[in-house]
């Protein structure tokens, strides 16, 4: 017989892509403080935009590499 946290982690992969990314944020902010996630409302926002054009498949990428560059590029 399974568990109740199997039968509920085997619905929760059954709902669509946009609606488990919605649990995980929810389920990783109850692990914390929510006060030590606590974002301005726009850069909630700007977060659902971002993971939204990823999805949709309007994100413009970088190879990794040049994103490593920029990246150790900026705290030099």
């Known amino acids: 017989m399974p568990t109740l946290t199997a039968e509920i982690k085997s ?9 488990r990314a919605d649990l995980a944020h929810d389920l990783i902010l109850s692990l914390e403080k929510p006060d030590d ?10 977060i659902r935009r971002r993971i ?18 920029r990246i150790e590029a900026r705290f030099r």
């Open 52 to 69: 939204d054009s990823v999805f949709n498949g309007t994100a413009k990428g970088l190879p990794a590499d040049e994103a490593l560059d």
């Open 37 to 46: 996630f606590a974002y301005d409302p726009q850069y909630e926002a700007e």
């Open 11 to 19: 619905q929760i992969l059954s709902l669509p892509i946009g609606e």
